[in-house]
Nanobody
Framework: QEELVESGGGLVQAGGSLKLSCVAS????????MGWYRQAPGKQRESVAF???????TYSDSAKGRFTIARDNAKNTLYLKMNNLKPDDTGVYYC???????WGQGTQVTVSS
């Protein structure tokens, strides 16, 4: 059974930090590029960061220099450390493998100004 469980979101002031976690089933996680996505209110879901199976990261322009993606292959867990958060970072954050079609419930991140 494929499963994605995101956690770690919350309400934070601008300039603050959060660390998101995502536990995935092995069939999703193993040997796949994994990514974090976010969906802001009224907008389409967009990619934030990806990481290769060997932990090479790529970031969207908005995430570069502020966010760090990491993975623990032994635990099938994906992380996103977010620093210097801005109100535009507000949204529901999801994790998934590259090209994945089934989604978890996501975790809400709200950044107040």
């Amino acid at each position: 059974q494929e499963e994605l469980v995101e956690s770690g979101g919350g309400l934070v002031q601008a300039g603050g930090s959060l660390k998101l976690s995502c536990v995935a089933s092995e069939s999703i996680f193993s040997y796949n590029f994994m990514g974090w996505y976010r969906q802001a209110p009224g907008k389409q879901r967009e990619s934030v960061a990806f990481i290769s199976p060997s932990s090479n990261p790529t970031y969207s322009d908005s995430a570069k220099g502020r966010f760090t993606i990491a993975r623990d292959n032994a635990k099938n867990t994906l992380y996103l450390k977010m620093n210097n958060l801005k109100p535009d970072d507000t949204g529901v954050y999801y994790c998934n493998k590259l090209g994945g079609e089934s989604w978890g419930q996501g975790t809400q991140v709200t950044v107040s100004s």
